[in-house]
Nanobody
Framework: QVQLVESGGGLVQPGGSLRLSCAAS????????MGWYRQAPGKQRELVAT???????NYADSVKGRFTISRDNAKNTVYLQMNSLKPEDTAVYYC?????????????????WGQGTQVTVSS
């Protein structure tokens, strides 16, 4: 059906930057809202940012002014530019997309998740 594949995580020093990418692949699908979530060790998964098809965005208070979410609808890809990174940003980052898929039996709409990419902010 549809897969989300993330890239761009890694190790960065405090104050540094990283850019995450997430591309959706498959057939006969359309994407609504896309977003990024993160989960730190011992904590619940939390919203980082979302972006609607038309481009409206929503951010967690903890990342406002530092992170920027964007998307390329032609490439079915969402990005997360992360600047001024802090140790507390360390987590596994997951891509999420609200996708409508056309099947032989009809259309379904559900959330899809990427496999996660590790972001570590440390000196």
């Amino acid at each position: 059906q549809v897969q989300l594949v993330e890239s761009g995580g890694g190790l960065v020093q405090p104050g540094g930057s990283l850019r995450l990418s997430c591309a959706a692949s498959g057939s006969r699908f359309s994407i609504n809202t896309m977003g990024w979530y993160r989960q730190a060790p011992g904590k619940q998964r939390e919203l980082v940012a979302t972006i609607a098809t038309g481009g409206s965005t929503n951010y967690a208070d903890s990342v406002k002014g530092r992170f920027t979410i964007s998307r390329d609808n032609a490439k079915n890809t969402v990005y997360l530019q992360m600047n001024s990174l802090k140790p507390e940003d360390t987590a596994v980052y997951y891509c999420n997309a609200d996708i409508r898929v056309v099947l032989s039996t009809g259309a379904i709409r559900r959330d899809y998740w990427g496999q996660g990419t590790q972001v570590t902010v440390s000196s």
